[in-house]
T-cell receptor, first 111, second 115 residues
Framework: GAGVSQSPSNKVTEKGKDVELRCDPI?????LYWYRQSLGQGLEFLIY????????KSGLPSDRFSAERTGGSVSTLTIQRTQQEDSAVYLC?????????FGPGTRLTVL | DQQVKQNSPSLSVQEGRISILNCDYT??????FLWYKKYPAEGPTFLIS?????DKNEDGRFTVFLNKSAKHLSLHIVPSQPGDSAVYFC??????????????FGKGTLLTVNP
């Protein structure tokens, strides 16, 4: 497929466990973004990767959240010691110039 | 503090009529505005954008109007079609400030177009 893909599509975990969410951007896109959408809210910026530059992590809500992008392609968002307030849809996007193309998201539920 | 506000959580219109979705912003540094459409279980899809140097941008049935003095923008869809039924998100960024990548989104408006 030509679009942004994310896995898993759904993840249910217990409070205190760690989770990893994966994003495969569109091939050739140098920029990659993570957002999350909590229930009834708009999308909230989390982190931005651009090429080999240092990522902008200013949107990460706490130090339990981290993300990496290996080889300038695939990205993994890791949430350690999950809390119930982490429950949300986590969306990844990529872009080559300006327009951000979004994946379908991962719905995370923390019990 | 919400910097991008979509005060109408939902809107219902008849097929063939005009849909008008509104968005207000508070950050005067925003200079680039976008509308995204989202269907259930899918990611948002880019629809149309406008730079602050313009007050109108049109693409087929979709037109975005920007009123900088009022910090208000609107998306007009005419004629509305049942397939337009989706959640519409308004988003903004500070292009000139070098943060063009960081989009700030509103909470969205659910548009329902009735046949």
């Amino acid at each position: 497929g030509a679009g942004v893909s994310q896995s898993p599509s759904n993840k249910v975990t217990e409070k205190g466990k760690d989770v990893e969410l994966r994003c495969d951007p569109i091939s050739g896109h140098t920029a990659l973004y993570w957002y999350r959408q909590s229930l009834g809210q708009g999308l909230e910026f989390l982190i931005y990767f651009q090429g080999n530059s240092a990522p902008d992590k200013s949107g990460l809500p706490s130090d339990r959240f981290s993300a990496e992008r290996t080889g300038g392609s695939v990205s993994t968002l890791t949430i350690q010691r999950t809390q119930q307030e982490d429950s949300a849809v986590y969306l990844c996007a990529s872009s080559s110039v300006d327009t951000q193309y979004f994946g379908p998201g991962t719905r995370l539920t923390v019990l | 503090d919400q910097q991008v506000k979509q005060n109408s959580p939902s809107l219902s219109v008849q097929e063939g009529r005009i849909s008008i979705l509104n968005c207000d912003y508070t950050n005067s540094m925003f200079d680039y505005f976008l509308w995204y459409k989202k269907y259930p279980a899918e990611g948002p899809t880019f629809l149309i954008s406008i730079s602050s140097i313009k007050d109108k941008n049109e693409d087929g049935r979709f037109t975005v109007f920007l009123n900088k003095s009022a910090k208000h923008l609107s998306l007009h869809i005419v004629p509305s079609q049942p397939g337009d039924s989706a959640v519409y998100f308004c988003a903004a960024s500070e292009r000139s400030g070098g943060s063009n990548y960081k989009l700030t989104f509103g909470k969205g408006t659910l548009l329902t177009v009735n046949p």
